[in-house]
């Protein structure tokens, strides 16, 4: 049943925004904007209650006269701001009301969403009882009728027992003070309001407390002319000692007194309180079967990021989240404005307007970041908002504890956090070392995530390279050393039973050391089979490390592969190109997937031959085209950037 109503109600909404479209244009589509409209009247509510309040006078005798000075002696001022004060109140509700609506015909109320839902459920009943509140400070005959029903309602309780009827059975039992107290309360009411709503604003993403400018103008204007055209006006004073026989109700504010009238305060509070709670027990509505729900991890261009997102989280809000400079607007499908490119991995689509994503755009890996909701491990590029600053890189200082050397150009480097703290990364990602000058360094991780109490590092001497010289001639354990990071996407992709092949490439080892122990660790079980090609057979530096993997895991195999072997290596095994190993091993690579893992060159030219041998652009991954954040695309660096030691 709830999920027919939500099918229909999706429909409703599509069709509706599709014509307010038509008539507003997609960026002020004031459906889009129900939430931060909301917010917008509560200001106009408040702002016109605060002058409105300047002028009344809170005495039993006095408060009556004084709205009807107000409406009538300044209508050009007071009266005006009366009428917008109430209209906006009104407004809103309906807005308010709608926006829980809609999120829950979208299913935007589940899973990690239910505190935003059950906040913004005592948010509709503070608002609810702070509007009801200001129609008792009129004094009018629509603010008896609300005073006494409300403490007939409220005599209902147990608790309470009849004793609050009593204060109002004469105009002699209303004391200033009782009034007193219900000004009073139309302040505190309000400022729960706010507190609430701020607790509520801050779970959600990069949420907007304003609509744009334009919606703004347009609302307050309207206000105005409707205030005009027909005036929030009083509808004579108190008198306790009769009934009030006709008044103009609110329909907004006051739907249940009807039934308090119709069926009694009883059950009337039955009905309110089932109401109530059922609301809060939506997200929980059927209960959803199979445990925990799953993460999935969103990797992102141009900033090199690992994301992690949660079941039913959507792109844009994982990134905003995560304070990535994502372009959006409506947030409901509307514009088109977030549009991104996937890479890599599928995405579930919520309901959108078809005119802003066309077929053919999500054939070709179009999609719309605030409706897609990754099915596993994704990767996607997207156009960073114009002169956005770009998420701020973590800064850690960290102490050499361990200077090995490996090989005659390679050194192990271990380094530990001075804070004492792990560091939380992917396998495959790398940091940057800072230098005293401001340059960087760039080296892949060897360590896996879970020893991240030691970071590995594995530098390869380059002739006359600044860094990696001082790693081999002068630095020492106990040199502190600054770096960025984690840093990059290349990462295993655990959303597939495919058999991995790893292609490493001399210091290409380092990522895949941390991949492939990462992988034991987490059990996985696919077949994963590394081929390390280098030169010669000494710079095969962690071969007995390779192989030892291989006696102790049934699911892993070691393939070294010489391109330049000399007599003096006694080299019997494979010789060659290490992609073309690969593809004398494997002519048809489509049900596997590849890490590339090397110098640009090993992997432009490894690239090209997997895809004609079969390979999806899906399953073949590297990190020799990814750049540094530092380094702009198209820049001459840009090509430096690769394994291991990435840098000079």
Not at 510 to 522: D, G, L
Not at 543 to 561: C, G, M, T, Y
Request: aromatic share 10%; glycine share 8%; charged share 15%.
């Amino acid at each position: 049943m709830l999920n027919f109503l939500q099918i229909s109600g999706q429909k409703a909404f599509l069709v509706l925004e599709k014509l307010f479209n038509a008539i507003f244009g997609e960026r002020l589509n004031p459906l889009y904007y129900l939430g931060a409209i909301s917010y917008f009247l509560l200001w106009v509510v408040i702002a016109t209650g605060l002058y409105l309040y300047a002028f009344f006078e809170t005495g039993v005798a006095v408060a009556f006269g004084s709205v009807e000075a107000l409406t009538h002696g300044q209508w050009y001022a007071g009266g005006v701001l009366r009428s917008v004060h109430r209209y906006a109140s009104d407004g809103v509700v309906i807005t308010m009301v709608l926006h829980l609506v809609r999120h829950f015909m979208f299913d935007h109320h589940r899973g990690f969403r239910w505190f935003s839902w059950v906040s913004g459920v005592v948010l509709l009943w503070l608002t609810f009882a702070s509007g009801v509140n200001g129609y008792m400070l009129p004094w009018d005959r629509l603010s008896q009728f609300v005073v006494t029903a409300t403490t007939e309602w409220f005599d209902a309780l147990p608790v309470i027992g009849g004793s609050m009827t009593r204060n109002f059975i004469t105009n002699a039992n209303v004391s200033d003070r009782l009034f007193s107290l219900l000004a009073f309360l139309h302040i505190g009411l309000p400022l729960g309001v706010l507190a609430v709503l701020w607790v509520h604003t801050q779970r959600v993403p990069g949420a907007k407390t304003n609509p744009p400018r334009a919606v703004m103008v347009s609302l307050v204007a309207m206000l105005v002319a409707l205030a005009i055209a027909k005036p929030a006006l009083s509808q004579g004073p108190v008198d306790m000692a009769t009934l009030p026989a006709l008044i103009d109700f609110d329909w907004f504010y006051l739907p249940v007194y009807p039934m308090i009238e119709r069926f009694g305060g009883a059950q009337t509070w039955l009905l309110t309180v089932g109401t109530s709670l059922f609301l809060v027990a939506l997200p929980w509505l059927p209960p959803r079967k199979g445990g925990q729900q799953a993460t999935w991890t969103m990797a992102t261009h141009p900033d090199e990021r690992m994301i992690l997102g949660r079941s039913g989280e959507t792109m844009l809000d994982a990134g905003l989240r995560a304070g990535l400079p994502m372009p959006f607007e409506c947030r409901n499908g509307g514009c088109g404005v977030c549009k991104a490119k996937i890479l890599h991995g599928q995405v579930r689509l919520n309901p959108y307007q078809a005119s802003v994503l066309t077929p053919e755009e999500r054939a070709g890996g179009t999609t719309l970041l605030c409706c897609a909701e990754p099915m596993g491990d994704v990767e996607v590029e997207y156009e960073p908002l114009p002169d956005a600053e770009r998420l701020p890189i973590q800064q850690h200082v960290a102490r050499v504890t361990r200077l090995e050397l490996l090989s005659e150009d390679v050194m192990r480097m271990c380094l530990t956090m001075v804070d004492g703290s792990p560091l939380v990364f992917y396998a495959g990602q790398y940091i940057n070392i800072v230098l005293d000058t401001g340059e960087r360094r760039s080296f892949s991780f060897a360590t896996a995530p879970h020893a991240a109490d030691q970071i590995e590092l594995q530098v390869r001497l380059v002739p006359g390279g600044q860094f990696t010289t001082a790693v081999f001639n002068t630095m020492r354990v106990g040199d502190l050393l600054k770096f960025e990071g984690p840093l990059g996407t290349f990462a295993l992709r655990e959303d597939s039973e495919k058999p991995i092949i790893f292609v490493a490439g001399s210091t290409g080892f380092a990522p895949v050391k941390s991949m492939v122990e990462s992988a034991f660790r987490t059990g996985i079980q696919r077949q994963m089979i590394l081929y390390w090609g280098v030169r010669r057979r000494r710079d095969l530096y962690l071969s007995d490390l390779a192989e030892q993997w291989a006696r102790e895991h049934s699911n892993f195999k070691f393939i070294p592969v010489l391109s330049d072997p000399e007599p003096d290596d006694t080299w019997t095994g494979r010789t060659g190109l290490v992609h073309e190993a690969i593809l004398a091993d494997f002519p048809d690579l489509s049900q596997h997937q590849v890490y590339a893992c090397g110098s640009v060159q090993m992997v432009q030219a490894a690239r090209p031959a997997f895809v004609k041998h079969g390979i999806s652009t899906d399953d073949c991954f590297s990190d020799a085209f990814h750049l540094a954040p530092q380094r702009p695309r198209g820049s001459e660096l840009a090509d430096m950037v690769q394994l291991g030691g990435k840098h000079v």
